[in-house]
């Protein structure tokens, strides 16, 4: 996957301890097997690499494992699969 990859989203959910968390800082939830385009990856300094969507746009906020930096808040890219390119046929 990449910048620009169309997607599908294949685990919306969300762990009961976070779900006060995830309502306070994302304006806006993935859905399952609702298709994305990723618009950026970050790799997280190496904790978890997320991905945020063109489809899907939250603020940024401090995050908290990354020293403070500001930033918007990114979805685990194993929540997703890379949509199959349809072949083109020729006529």
């Known amino acids: 996957m990449q910048v620009g990859s169309r997607v599908v989203c294949i685990d919306d959910s969300i ?3 976070e779900i006060f968390l995830v309502a306070s800082v994302y ?3 993935v859905k399952k097997n609702r298709e994305y385009t ?3 990856i970050f790799d997280n300094d190496g904790i978890v690499t ?3 969507l063109e489809e899907v746009v939250n603020d940024p906020i401090p995050q908290k494992l ?3 930096r500001m930033q918007e808040p990114a979805f685990r890219l194993s ?3 890379e949509v199959e390119k349809k072949a083109k046929t020729i006529k």
């Open 66 to 68: 990354l020293g403070g």
């Open 50 to 52: 997320g991905c945020v």
């Open 15 to 17: 762990k009961a301890d």
């Open 79 to 81: 929540r997703f699969r």
């Open 27 to 29: 304006k806006q939830w």
């Open 38 to 40: 990723i618009r950026q």
